[in-house]
């Protein structure tokens, strides 16, 4: 894969950005800020890089002057932050940063999943949540507890397959003071009915416990957003439940990241959702490999 590397001397640096994680092959995040771009008039790049934890600071420590920002995915959202010159309060509070704004030699780090998944939900005309239940129990699990406390979230149940994983989740609840009880995964049956699921696991993790967690829930927001629907969201439908997608939090956390990455307001959302929308279906009609 292409190295960022520095400009040749003499060249005017050119203005860049991406995204990195490992792995990120999948990302549909160069083919959003991409569409904002165009829609933007302009001329900047945006691409992709597989960067695991062992290689991100070297990663950073590379970059030219025409690097403006970086969005961060799984498992760089919580390794960066010992990276940052400086982190956003609520960055700092969930322990997660989606997104570094390179600004003249500082790293400065930021979450924008947090606004992202309670826009996503307000536009579905959720605005307002009392119980809810999360499935996962890490960075991302994090900041969608986040985004259910400005909710108004008073209650959360949070099943871990791991549930000595969530430490950070239970220090977070105690900050936010949302009571929240971490349940093992093969206990799902005993948890009550809640107003909203929000699931941040991997589709086969969801999927096997799907009907249990449907069968608790008036509406289903699960992150992932390929392969679409999820086996989570196509029982949450059948079941006459309200949806909302991966790519719905992609979109809104994508168009707030160009928003911080440009300098424009607003980002154009209706265009890079069409450009994700036909994107995933590209993918559907190629198949498999």
Known sequence: MEQPGKPERGQRPERRCAVLGCPIG??????LHRAAYAELGLNWRYDAYEVDE?????????????????????????????????????????G??????????RRV???????????????????????????GVGATACSA????????????????????????????????????TVVPWVDVATIPRVDLVVSTVPENAAGAVA????????????????????????SAMAAGRAVVSGLDLLVHQAALQVELMTGRQPAPIAAMRSAGERALASRVAAGPG
């Open 26 to 31: 999948h990302s549909l995040s160069p083919v």
């Open 54 to 94: 062992s290689r991100l600071a070297r990663f950073l420590g590379e970059l030219g002057p025409e690097w403006r920002g970086l969005s961060l995915t799984m498992p760089l959202k919580r390794v960066v932050i010992p990276l940052c010159d400086e982190v956003s309060d609520l960055a700092r509070r969930v």
């Open 96 to 105: 997660a940063v989606n997104t570094l704004i390179l600004d003249d030699g």
């Open 109 to 135: 780090g930021s979450n924008t999943d947090v606004p992202g998944m309670v826009a996503a939900l307000k536009e579905r005309g959720i605005d307002a949540v009392r119980t809810a239940l999360l499935l």
């Open 145 to 180: 507890l986040a985004a259910l406390a400005e909710l108004g979230a008073q209650t959360v149940h949070a099943l871990a397959r791991d549930p000595a994983r969530a430490a950070e989740l239970r220090a977070l609840s105690e900050r936010l003071q949302v009571a929240t």
């Open 211 to 234: 009907k249990q967690v449907v069968d608790r829930a008036s509406i289903v927001f699960d992150a992932i957003y390929e392969p679409w629907p999820t086996r989570l969201a196509s």
